[in-house]
C-alpha cells in the first residue's frame, strides 16, 4: 500500500534552517504531484507548497513562498521542504501528501489529495 513518511522535523531558532523529507513507497512516485501541508497548534491544516511530477511547476502559500523551497528526487522517491528564515508562526505538524491529479488551480486544497503521512513537528522558538 501506499506509504509516506516524513522526517527532518524539531526544535530551531527564529531565523534558522530546517530540510523536511519525505519518503514513499507503494506508489510510482515519479507520476503523482507532491504536496506538503502544516497543521498550526489549534488550527487547521493549511497548504504550504506542492510540486509536480517533473519539478517544471511549483506553488507555495504567500506565506512562505521566498523562504521555503519544495523539490523533489523521483530516483529516491522522495519530496523536499527546505525551510529557510523560520518564524515562529511556522511552529506547526507538517505533513506530505500525494496529489490525485495536477491542477494549476486546486493544488490548494487537501481534497486534492489522497495519501497522507504521519507528520513532522516543526517548533520554531522566537
Known amino acids: 500500500q501506499v506509504q509516506l513518511v516524513e522526517s527532518g522535523g524539531g526544535l530551531v531558532q527564529a531565523g534558522g534552517s530546517l530540510r523536511l523529507s519525505c519518503a514513499g513507497s507503494?506508489?510510482?512516485?515519479?507520476?503523482?504531484?507532491m504536496g506538503w501541508f502544516r497543521q498550526p497548534p489549534g488550527k487547521e491544516r493549511e497548504f504550504v507548497a506542492t510540486?509536480?511530477?517533473?519539478?517544471?511547476?511549483?506553488y507555495y502559500a504567500h506565506s512562505v513562498k521566498g523562504r521555503f523551497t519544495i523539490s523533489r528526487d523521483n530516483a529516491k522517491n522522495t519530496v523536499y521542504l527546505q525551510m529557510n528564515s523560520l518564524k515562529p508562526e511556522d511552529t506547526a505538524v507538517y505533513y506530505c501528501?500525494?496529489?490525485?491529479?495536477?491542477?494549476?488551480?486546486?493544488?490548494?486544497?487537501?481534497?486534492?489529495?489522497?495519501?497522507w503521512g504521519q507528520g513532522t513537528q516543526v517548533t520554531v522558538a522566537s
Open positions: 507503494g506508489l510510482t512516485f515519479s507520476r503523482y504531484v
Open positions: 501528501a500525494r496529489g490525485r491529479y495536477y491542477s494549476s488551480t486546486d493544488y490548494y486544497l487537501s481534497g486534492s489529495y489522497d495519501y
Open positions: 510540486v509536480n511530477w517533473s519539478s517544471t511547476n511549483t
